[in-house]
């Protein structure tokens, strides 16, 4: 890690992860919970690219999206990857 990201304490890193998603809250139901991101670099290349769907924690019960997986997918991001959560 970066001597900034050694500093800045993790709650505050979020911001910085969220910089990666390419567009948020797309529905994929008619629920309103129903949404989904989509984390992508802006300058990939269009073309094949490995894929994660990331599925957040709470037993289909309670959880967020938007609180779970920033940092990985910002980091998959980085390497290449398309990311759905």
Sequence with gaps: SSPLTRRVPPFLQVRSHRRSVHRASIPYGDKPGQLLDVWRRSDLPSGPAPVLIFVPGGAWVVG??????HALMAHLVELGWVCVS
Excluded: C, T
């Design 64 to 69: 967020s999206r938007a609180l779970q997986g």
